[in-house]
């Protein structure tokens, strides 16, 4: 779904888009200082040039066995080197990238492997004790489309990545205007999708992203979160710190214990976060006595309580800039200038000045500022249509193709945007999105399960938790059946339910619909 030629020309007269392709990642930093540090891992530091090499011989090494441009592959490792190199190498075939999280198990992966029609998946052999090449095993064999299956480590009986390999040889660039990789969606209603990223509007994000938060060739990031989410892959994340020539420390997991030597050792000046683990990182900071002071700590993902803001300053002596982001493309965010209260109340203006917002009522018209309304958004980041699902955009997308993005905000008169809640149905916890949708279709395939909705609860550490509310059919299930039931479905371990309550019927609103709102009012913290 490209942008119309109108606004396409907009944006590159006004040099958003300036034809760069992300295959060119590593390449000048290689070209001018091999030897300069460009990721740092708990194992091991890689230079620009080792990178570059070995990004061009797995290029060769995947055309080799006959990966075509254009093909899809899903990638779901941790944050490791081999994230880097894969990515950067399938961006020089021109293949497609589509960026699952370790933390996905066989529904989700299979999900993926279907709906990109991929022909590969990269995956670990273990992590954090997990049998990742059984699970991969399990993926196979459900997909008929995978032709491949990669596996970073031990490859047991499949194709070990290191192998992988053949002498670089040039490789046609591809097109600015192409799509260079997926993300998934958090959803809006129904199933996640798959959002197309072009090289030209994630270029421009982690181009824009990196200037404001200024960051260069002699800055690190630190990847606490997963690299294969848009807040830590590309504002400016993962691939702009390589972009810009800078150093990037892969933290496996945002656990304080892996986080803090590494700020101590490698003296990061960006990170991101969601509030939930920067909660945990303040409680557990005076533990390590890390010196914090020169860190920007970017925040975003879910609702930061303002308490949580101004210990950022008091208590670690950091930077906040405070984000409203979504893999979708629109970015809004707080300045490194902005006064501090800016920063603590709100997300923010957005990144781009041909950002479109539009702020609606129920009707679509527009509410004034300083009122709630629906967000809706279009610019030179925002994608235009998700992957192959034209039913769903024609619901999801204005006539002008504006993204209603199901989330409430209000509009100070300077400009500044604050979410305050959202009307889709998704569960957002600890920063990790559930589609309501999705469970619900799960825990309705339980035999025990009559009807069922699932809520948001108010949670202190991750701001939110899952309850499923079900009408049993029979006796009730337990909630530690219903886990092992979604477990045993290969549904990931954030996406099942942390309460449940039994009720004899679910409420309906006048229109026939589950009333989860009523729902969500009657739900506690203890169910
Ligand atoms: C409340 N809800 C928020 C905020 C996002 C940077 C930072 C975050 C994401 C991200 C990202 C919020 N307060 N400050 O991609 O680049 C909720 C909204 C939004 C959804 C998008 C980035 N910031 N949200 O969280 O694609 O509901 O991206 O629509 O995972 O997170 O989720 P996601």
Not at 144 to 169: E, S
Not at 264 to 271: F, N, V, Y
Not at 286 to 300: A, K, M, N
Not at 483 to 509: I, Q, W
Request: net charge negative.
């Amino acid at each position: 779904m490209p942008w119309p030629e109108d606004l396409a020309t907009r944006y590159r007269n006004a040099g958003h888009w300036r034809g760069d392709v992300l295959s060119d990642l590593l390449r000048e930093p290689a070209a001018g200082d091999p030897a300069r540090t460009a990721v740092v891992t708990g194992d091991g530091r890689y230079s620009y040039g080792e990178l570059d090499d070995r990004a061009d011989r797995l290029a060769a090494g995947l055309a080799d066995l006959g990966l075509e441009p254009g093909e899809r592959v899903v990638v779901a490792l941790p944050n490791d080197v081999d994230f880097v190199v894969v990515c950067v190498a399938l961006f020089r075939l021109g293949a497609v990238p589509v960026l699952g999280l370790v933390a996905h198990r066989r529904a989700e992966l299979s999900y993926l492997v279907r709906s990109s029609g991929a022909v590969a998946l990269v995956a670990p052999d273990a992590h954090h004790g997990f049998d990742h090449r059984a699970l991969a095993g399990e993926v196979a064999a459900e997909s008929p489309t995978l032709r491949h299956v990669l596996i970073a480590g031990n490859a047991g009986g499949f194709t070990a990545l290191a192998d992988v390999t053949a002498p670089p040889r040039t490789l046609p660039p591809p097109e600015p205007d192409e799509v260079a990789f997926f993300l998934l969606s958090g959803g809006t209603t129904g199933k996640p999708k798959l959002i197309p990223r072009t090289h030209d509007d994630y270029s421009y994000q982690l181009r824009a992203t990196a200037e404001a938060m200024r960051f260069g060739s002699g800055s690190t990031y630190l990847a606490a979160l997963p690299a294969g989410h848009n807040a830590a892959l590309g504002c400016p994340g993962v691939l702009g710190a390589l972009r810009a020539g800078g150093t990037v420390v892969l933290a496996g997991s945002p656990s304080p214990d892996e986080v803090f030597p590494l700020i101590a050792a490698e003296k990061p000046g960006l990170t991101t976060v969601m509030p939930a683990v920067l909660s945990l990182w303040l409680d557990t900071a005076p533990l390590f006595d890390v010196d914090t002071s020169g860190l920007v700590i970017e925040v975003g993902g879910a609702m930061l309580p303002p308490e949580t803001a101004e210990r950022v300053r008091t208590e670690l002596g950091a930077t906040l800039t405070h984000w409203f982001g979504m893999a979708e493309g629109f970015l809004s965010f707080t300045r490194l200038d902005d006064p501090v209260e800016r920063a603590d109340t709100s997300q923010g203006t957005p990144m781009s000045p041909d950002d479109e917002i539009r702020i609606v009522d129920d009707e679509d018209l527009a509410v004034p500022d300083g009122e709630t309304g629906q967000l809706l958004v279009r610019g030179p980041c925002v994608l235009r249509g998700y992957y192959d699902v034209p039913s769903h955009n024609a619901e999801v997308f204005t006539a002008d193709g504006f993204l209603r993005t199901g989330d409430l905000v209000r509009r100070a008169p300077d400009g500044a945007i604050t979410v305050t809640g959202r009307v889709k149905h998704t569960i957002n916890r600890g920063g990790e999105k559930i589609s309501g949708d999705e469970l619900e279709t799960e825990l309705a395939a339980h035999p025990a399960v009559r009807s069922v909705a699932v809520v948001p609860v108010p949670d202190p550490a991750f701001g939110e938790k899952t309850c499923a509310v079900v009408v049993p059919d029979g006796d009730p299930p337990t909630l530690a059946g219903l886990r092992a039931f979604l477990a045993d479905r290969g549904v990931a371990g954030f996406k099942h339910p942390d309460r449940l309550r039994v009720v004899t019927s679910l409420p309906y609103t006048a229109v026939g619909k589950v009333d989860r709102r009523a729902l969500a009012a009657d739900a506690t913290p203890e169910g």
